[in-house]
């Protein structure tokens, strides 16, 4: 049986500011009477264009407007459930010894392969085997990571419950779970539940396991996975959208910055687009290329975070290897099991125990507004404040400046460490927006007055005083030395 949507368009209409919404009560409006079952599943196809959110009790209220708070996000293992259909799905394709003999050993090679393409830039294939074996590698700590970045719009009252999001390369889903269920944490908090339309982009056969996972998610979630290739789909076909995302697949794409601009004109002018990708210099410094393309001055389009712009119409034009790094999240059984797995006859004696575990969670994001907005509309100024464009002219001398914390501590980054000759001193990436030419302040004496360099944020807007600038010949860079003769204070957390 079949509704009149106009007339239950108007029904909703009327009742919604009087009292809940109940498909047992409204079915009384239509000439036909239909089935309060029938009634429901019409109002959840419909909740998101009638602005309505379904309780527990099975009624239906409008959707709050108010944005979410952070939820606290720290989570310390991928939820069972997801891990539970990644498994079963793995049983279904080679059986419960999955791990071991020959499909073992091509679940391994597949992840081998996807790192390889990743660190090296290269184009990323996709079959069956390949998206399982990367669901178990990368679905937890790609899971961790998005709920951070969230964090970034929530602290600023800029993440709405009520928001359509256009997911470009979704992958197996690991940021899609995490975006949903951050949100129901947070409005489980503060309000009524979340209303999200979720359009997923995804080409490849990982698209069958996004498809099995996405059904985990609760009630007031409607998803669509469309299986087109980002630079075949129109954006505008799913309307104007909340949030945008870009997440582990920018360096997959053909032409990153081209793409990601046509998508960009989708988002409404209060949204946000967010991109993320893995930490490595590749991959990251790709995203920030990405970046600085849609965010050029006089684009309109602005960085929202966390690599601010403090110098206005200025854009940086360094290396730019930001990114953030979170505590460990545990290795579920599935990467346990794949990692200790008898390797076949075709298994491989080079690789090491925990080759297979992916257990931190070191990323670099961008987020970008189009209607302009940054997280903080705190500026430098030219009377106060020298410029990174124009450090060549401080070396050997002291100066003031206002800046971005824009790493964590690189002197204990593995491969970072040794980029930068494993300085027993705490070393940290920052910019202004301004530079050219890479940037790190480098703490040679710890004090009180010092001590915001060590403990703020990745993102946080420092304040230094009497820093001492010299070059380094070994890094190609600018070391800004904070010692006992320097002050830094957190200006905005």
């Not at 029904?11 to 000439?31: A, K």
């Not at 791990?99 to 990743?118: H, I, T």
């Not at 590749?282 to 970046?291: H, I, N, Q, W």
């Not at 004496?445 to 703020?456: D, I, P």
């Amino acid at each position: 049986m079949t509704v009149d949507r106009d007339r239950l368009r108007d029904t909703v209409n009327y009742l919604r500011e009087v009292r809940p919404i109940d498909p047992e009560e409204i079915r009384e409006y239509f000439d036909d009477t239909p089935h309060p079952a029938v009634i429901r599943q019409e109002l959840r196809t419909a909740a998101f264009d009638l602005d309505l959110v379904e309780r527990e009790d099975g009624t239906f209220v409008p959707a709050d407007d108010t944005p979410v708070s952070p939820p606290g996000w720290a989570p310390d293992a991928l939820p069972a459930e997801y891990e539970r259909v990644v498994v079963d799905r793995l049983v279904e394709r080679f059986g419960l010894d999955w791990a071991d003999g020959a499909s073992g050993d091509e679940l391994r090679e597949a992840v081998r392969r996807l790192k390889a393409d990743y660190y090296h830039g290269n184009p990323v294939e996709y079959d069956e085997t390949a998206a399982l074996g990367y669901a178990i590698y990368h679905l937890p700590d790609y899971y961790a990571a998005m709920g951070y970045v969230l964090d970034d719009l929530a602290e600023n009252g800029d993440l709405p419950r009520t928001l359509r999001v256009l997911d470009v390369g979704a992958g197996v889903g690991g940021p899609a779970l995490a975006l949903i269920d951050y949100l129901h944490e947070a409005a489980s908090d503060d309000g009524e539940p979340p209303l999200i339309e979720y359009h997923a982009l995804e080409p490849s056969p990982a698209a069958d396991l996004l498809e099995a996972l996405l059904e985990e998610t609760p009630r007031n979630v409607r998803t669509t996975v469309h299986r087109e290739r980002a630079e075949a789909f129109d954006p505008e076909s799913v309307g104007e959208v909340d949030l945008l995302t870009f997440c582990n697949v920018l360096s997959e794409l053909s032409d990153p910055a081209a793409t990601a601009e046509q998508y960009l004109d989708s988002v409404a002018d209060d949204g946000t687009m967010l991109a993320i990708a893995p930490a490595d210099l590749e991959t990251a410094t790709g995203l920030r290329e990405v970046e600085r393309a849609l965010a050029r001055p006089g684009s309109g389009a602005s960085v929202y975070s966390p690599t601010l712009r403090l110098w206005p119409d200025e854009s940086p034009s360094d290396r730019g290897w930001s990114f953030d790094v979170r505590p460990d999240v545990e290795a579920p059984r599935m990467q346990q099991q794949l990692d200790a797995g008898d390797r076949g006859e075709r298994g491989s004696e080079r690789d090491e125990p925990g080759t297979f575990t992916k257990t931190s969670v070191q990323f670099a994001y961008a987020l970008l507004r189009p209607d302009g907005k940054r997280r903080s509309q705190i500026v430098a100024s030219e009377d106060r404040h020298a410029k990174a464009a124009e450090m060549e002219r401080h070396v050997s001398n002291r100066i003031d400046l206002l800046t971005v914390k824009l790493s964590p501590d690189l002197s204990r980054q593995g491969e970072q460490a040794r980029e930068y000759g494993a300085d027993p001193n705490p070393v940290f990436k920052i910019g202004d927006g301004s530079e050219d030419v890479e940037q790190y302040a480098v703490l040679t004496q710890h004090t009180g007055l010092n001590r915001a360099l060590g403990e703020a944020d990745y993102g946080a807007v420092l304040s230094m005083e009497n820093a001492l600038v010299l070059w380094n010949d070994d890094e190609e860079a600018y070391n800004l030395v904070v010692d006992g003769e320097t002050v830094v204070d957190l200006v905005v957390p």
